[in-house]
């Protein structure tokens, strides 16, 4: 009896704990081997991102080669202060400055895919909404109030929430405009989470590629070593 209340603490509990606390997200398809989805979501992060959060550890010619462009178009399309192609991708924005702004530091994106998981960031993206009694007029459904404005407020619009009498959310209302339809902008919210993805893993690609040709190794071994086994024991049997 104690073993199986042991296990129930084990495996119910937390799994409560997390319910309680967490708010349910909305899983997001990505695709790694969409060369122009993660195009379209390096292009929004260079124009709404990155003047606030760097991605350090990524070279701009490192990202170009990878999502299918030429150093030529990169520096052409991604790039617009004086960087050259093989820098990595740094702010100018000094974080204590930034600190004092928003009340925290916008954090460095280059790992955020694998701190937070891709359906957080998604979650994220689309979760921004009108709330007034914070500094910057946003709040946000999985980030409570969050310190960052909603950068990418004329693609969206503003959304309310729209509540039921038990105080659940129903659905949104939109109180201005975007240039986007919402499911447009939730394709770019799909594209932009891509493009962190990669960000966070710029070798996912090229491990699981090799992983392939790894196990078809390994089965063409285990046939040789399979046959070299019988040639040696035939005499011993
Ligand atoms: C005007 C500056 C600014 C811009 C532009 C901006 N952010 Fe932020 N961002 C912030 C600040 C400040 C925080 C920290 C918020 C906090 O901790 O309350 C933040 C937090 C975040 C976080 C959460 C980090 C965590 O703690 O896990 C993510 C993810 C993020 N930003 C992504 C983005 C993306 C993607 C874009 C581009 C679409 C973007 N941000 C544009 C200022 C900015």
């Given at each position: 009896m104690r073993k199986l209340i042991i296990a129930f603490v084990i495996?119910?509990?937390?799994?409560?704990?997390?319910?309680?606390?967490n708010v349910h997200l909305e899983k997001v398809d990505i695709d790694l081997n969409n060369k122009e989805s993660l195009q379209r979501g390096a292009k929004l992060f260079v124009n709404y991102c990155l003047s606030c959060h760097s991605a350090q550890y990524m070279r701009y010619n490192r990202m170009g080669r990878d999502i299918g462009l030429t150093d030529k178009q990169v520096e052409a399309n991604l790039m617009f202060a004086s960087e050259?192609?093989?820098e990595t991708m740094t702010?100018?924005?000094p974080s204590e400055k930034s600190a004092k702004w928003f009340g925290t530091a916008p954090p460095d994106l280059s790992v955020i895919s694998r701190s937070r998981g891709q359906d957080w960031l998604y979650n994220y993206l689309i979760g921004f909404y009108k709330d007034d009694s914070r500094p910057f007029g946003v709040n946000n459904t999985v980030f409570k109030d969050v310190g960052m404005p909603h950068v990418l407020w004329e693609l969206e619009g503003l959304k309310e929430p729209v509540y039921n009498e038990e105080h659940h959310r129903t659905g949104w209302k939109y109180v201005s405009k975007g240039k986007l339809s919402p499911a447009e902008f939730d394709a770019s919210a799909r594209d932009l989470t891509a493009f962190?993805?990669?960000?966070?893993?710029?070798i996912q690609q090229t491990r699981?590629?090799?992983g392939i040709w790894v196990?078809?190794?390994l089965?063409?071994?285990f046939v040789v070593s399979y046959y070299l086994k019988r040639e040696y024991?035939?005499?011993v049997h």
């Open positions: 495996a119910v509990l937390p799994g409560m704990a997390l319910a309680a606390g050259k192609v093989g702010i100018a924005m962190l993805v990669y960000v966070g893993e710029p699981k590629a090799i196990l078809l190794f089965f063409v071994l024991w035939k005499d």
